[in-house]
Structure formats: C-alpha cells, structure tokens
C-alpha cells in the first residue's frame, strides 16, 4: 500500500476513534433527568384509591424553582376528578338504596426532586410531595321512598412519594406516585323526592385514601 494511502488510512482511523471517545464522553457527562429551576413537566394520569375503592383521572403541572442541596425543590398543583367504583357498585348490587359518588380535588403541590447515585443515575428523577388544596363531593343517593343529592366542600391534606422514568434522551416520560390523602367536611343536602330525616354520618364526609397513579408525562422546558 502506497504511503498516501497509508496516511489516509491513519487519518480515518483517528478521526473515528475520536468520535467515539466524544461519543462515550457525551454519554457518560449526559445530566440526569432531576427538574431543575426553570424545568416544567406536564403530565396526565389514571390512578385507583382505597378506601374507598375508586377510580381515579387528572393532569399535574410541576415547575422546580430552586437548588436545594443536591436536588430541587418544586412548586405544583394538581387537578383531578375521582368516581367512586366497587365501593358503591358492589352495595347497590344488593340494597334497595343506590349510591352514586364523584369528587373534584384541586390542590398545591410542594416537591423535592432528587436522584441516587449509580442507582439508574442518568434516567430517574425520584420526588417526594406534600398536598394541600380543596375537595368537593358530590353524592347522590336514591330509594323508593326518597331521593336527595349532597354537595360539599373541604380542605384535603396528604403526601406522596414517587418518581419520573425517562427512556431515552427525549423530554418524554413515564411514572408513578404513591399517595396519602385525608379530607373531611359537611355535606349541603337537596331532597327531590319524599322525605327523610339525615343522620350527623350522613352529613359528614371523611376521606383517608391511599391511591396509586400511573402517567405519562413531557418535559416542556
């Protein structure tokens, strides 16, 4: 082989391995996916609750506003509809009462962002949360002898924990988040038919549910 080959050969040789060591480089100096200030994620998502047992569908916006040791701290809030399930289907199988419950939940969301070092490092941003917002129930329970509807309206505290999965180097994601909430309050009764005396249980509503959300979900910034 001639030496001009030879030297373009070389070259050749050169030249590909330094992209390749720009490449591994990039990789390995690729940040982690932690929101950081200025950073909003948008995302939707389906959960189910206990206690009762419901099904639940919302959209939460979070936007990380400040470093906070090795994390971020983020502010949020959260928008969410919530049908009661088995835990309505199930008794009116049986009773001659139907019940009927959905609930709207609008709430604040305070978050702290972090990762674990060497524990999927480069594609999880894990947060913990505390909640604080407005419940309003609304319940509608008929019989043969009577009908009425209850609305109401509370304050709703809880807190969870969970974590953003980026696939690849996209801004998309997906997730999960564990939560505890409580909420309690005095339902405001409307009688359309017949007659009937309401109970203090009646008029009172408790919420303690843990629920478990799943969602998909894009970094916009």
């Known amino acids: 082989m001639s030496l001009p080959a030879l030297s373009h050969c070389r070259t050749l040789l050169l030249l590909g391995g330094w992209v390749l060591a720009s490449g591994g480089a990039a990789a390995q100096e690729r940040p982690p996916p932690l929101l950081r200030p200025g950073n909003v994620d948008l995302r939707v998502e389906g959960a189910a609750s206990l206690l009762p047992l419901s099904l639940e569908a919302g959209a939460t916006v979070d936007v990380g506003v400040l ?4 994390g971020t701290l983020s502010l949020g809030a959260e928008l969410s509809g919530n049908l009661c399930a088995l835990a309505c289907w199930v008794p009116n199988l049986f009773l001659d009462r139907d019940t009927s419950r959905w609930e709207l939940s609008a709430v604040g969301r305070l978050g702290y962002h972090f ?4 524990r999927n490092y480069s594609k999880v941003d894990l947060f913990g949360v505390l909640l604080g917002g407005v419940l309003e129930p609304h319940t509608t329970v008929t019989t043969p ?6 609305r109401g309206r509370g304050p709703v505290f809880g807190l969870g924990i969970g974590g953003n999965y980026f696939p690849s180097s996209s801004r998309l994601f997906v997730g999960g988040e564990a939560r505890l909430r409580f909420s309690t309050g005095a339902y405001e009764f409307t009688l359309s038919r017949g007659t009937h005396e309401f109970t203090d249980d009646e008029r009172r509503w408790v919420r303690l549910g843990l629920s478990t959300a799943f969602f998909v979900g894009v970094r916009l910034f």
């Open 67 to 70: 470093p906070l040791a090795t």
């Open 115 to 118: 990762t674990l070092a060497n």
């Open 145 to 150: 002898a009577y009908r009425f509807e209850g």
